[in-house]
């Protein structure tokens, strides 16, 4: 079936650092990518929608110089978290909208990337 | 005020019992409704999901309805096993398009021996 992988699973960076997290769609190519954060017993918020070959759309209260989001490719999509801080620590998941036959009106769900800034 | 609704917020069950999640949901129109469960410091996986035309889906030992009119969906685990502790999270699908998505805050869902 069709896979969504991050990379990496978990990540310790210093305050002031910057952190890429990749999520790719290993099986099929997502035209959109959904970028989410998720606080302890939180349900998901989304952060942002990205869209291959253009600008990511952030939702409102999400700094786009903070995280940084690049869509190069149909499979790819990367989340930079820029100058991070230690309120930046959080679990962050992308998902990917399938299209076509066999994934067509699904969204997948990558395993989550878990940051935490010291 | 969230657009999705759930409930109850946590349950305990005995390993081998039934329960019933609940789902309710102001968003409207709607295109599809669906239902995730999410294991802790996992993405979430899909369980199944329904068109607002749709009034029940079965994945397994997971049975999902769905009542348009009220605005509610249930998610009901039969025969609960120990993998099941997790939370179940509906997830409503705007209208316009798979990019909106509402999200409930989960179930969470811990099945005792």
């Known amino acids: 079936g069709a896979v969504v992988s991050q990379h990496p699973s978990w990540v310790i960076c210093k305050s002031g650092t910057s952190v890429k997290i990749e999520c790719r769609s290993l099986d099929f190519q997502a035209t959109t990518m959904f970028w989410y954060r998720q606080f302890p017993k939180q349900s998901l918020m989304l952060m942002a929608t990205?869209?291959?070959?253009?600008?990511?759309?952030?939702e409102q209260g999400v700094e786009k110089d903070k995280f940084l989001i690049n869509h190069a490719s149909l499979t790819l999509s990367t989340l930079t978290v820029t100058s991070a801080h230690p309120e930046d620590s959080s679990f962050y998941i992308c998902?990917?909208?399938?299209?076509?036959?066999?994934?067509?009106?699904?969204?997948?769900f990558g395993e989550g990337s878990w940051l935490t800034v010291v | 005020k969230n657009q999705v609704e759930q409930s109850p917020q946590s349950l305990i069950i005995l390993e081998g019992k039934n329960c019933t999640l609940q789902c309710n949901y102001t968003v409207s129109p709607f295109s599809n409704l669906r239902w995730y469960k999410q294991d802790t410091g996992r993405g979430p996986v899909s369980l199944t999901i329904m068109t607002f035309s749709e009034n029940t889906k079965s994945n397994g030992r997971y049975t999902a309805t769905l009542d348009a009119d009220t605005k509610q969906s249930s998610l009901h685990i039969t025969a609960s096993q120990l993998s099941d502790s997790a939370s179940y999270i509906c997830v409503v699908s705007l209208f316009y398009g798979n990019n909106r998505l509402a999200f409930g805050k989960g179930n969470q869902v811990v099945v005792i021996p």
């Open positions: 998902s990917a909208l399938g299209q076509g036959a066999l994934t067509g009106n699904t969204i997948y």
């Open positions: 990205s869209n291959e070959g253009s600008k990511a759309t952030y």
